[in-house]
């Protein structure tokens, strides 16, 4: 069954900070990866799609990366801003269009 | 513009009462999915519907019950056999951009 772990648990960082948010996943049989943001008692909101052929995407400040075959991925958050401040979920999509998540970061970012 | 629309945006259930939950997508997306989530935890899977007039069950589906009679439309409904059913409920759908949200339903047991 696949398990998708993500750490830390939480973040606390000072404005202007580089960060990474690591996401590792037990089975490498999936079909794609993808990063959400939510802020306090909203829905999804999502950042950065990665197909399983894929080695990395971009989205202004934002990078995530890709290793599929040691289960492993990484969000790189450029110049951390306080409005960056929430909880960051990653989610692998497992053949069968099933969408499997870890339990989040929770990042607060301090001005 | 396109999108997912839950409603209500709170949801109050007395013990023993039934309740559905609404999720409207103007996405054209065949794929719809229904999950919950409970603080400290990741989101659960609790139904999944890949084309209408069908469904399947997800991780947690005992005590909740969907259809799927229209493809903009995925209702879910919380039986009285949930026994636990507080959490924040999250509609989604799947197209080629990947997965797309709803702002979710928080459902509380009063």
């Known amino acids: 069954k696949q398990e998708v772990t993500q750490i830390p648990a939480a973040l606390s960082v000072p404005e202007g900070e580089n960060l990474v948010l690591n996401c590792s996943f037990t089975?490498?049989?999936?079909?794609?990866l993808q990063w959400f943001r939510q802020d306090p008692g909203k829905g999804l909101t999502s950042l950065l799609l990665?197909?399983?052929?894929?080695r990395e995407q971009t989205s202004g400040r934002l990078n995530a990366s890709l290793d599929k075959s040691s289960g492993r991925s990484t969000l790189y958050i450029a110049a951390s801003q306080p409005g960056d401040s929430a909880t960051y979920l990653c989610?692998?999509?497992?053949?069968?269009?099933?969408?499997?998540f870890g339990a989040g970061t929770i990042l607060r970012v301090k001005s | 513009d396109g999108g997912i629309t839950q409603s209500p945006k709170y949801l109050f259930r007395k013990e023993g009462q039934n309740v559905t939950l609404s999720c409207e997508q103007n996405l054209n997306h065949d794929a719809m999915y229904w999950y919950r989530q409970d603080p400290g935890q990741g989101l659960r899977l609790i139904y999944y519907?890949?084309?209408?007039?069908?469904?399947q069950k997800g991780d947690i589906a005992e005590g909740y019950s969907v259809s799927r009679e229209k493809k903009e439309s995925f209702p879910l409904t919380v039986t009285s056999a949930q026994k636990n059913p507080t959490a924040f409920y999250l509609c989604a759908s799947w197209g080629k951009d990947g997965y797309t949200f709803g702002s979710g339903t928080r459902l509380t047991v009063v």
């Open positions: 989610a692998v999509r497992e053949y069968g269009n099933k969408l499997v």
């Open positions: 519907s890949q084309i209408v007039n069908d469904f």
């Open positions: 089975d490498s049989a999936i079909y794609n």
């Open positions: 990665i197909q399983s052929s894929q």
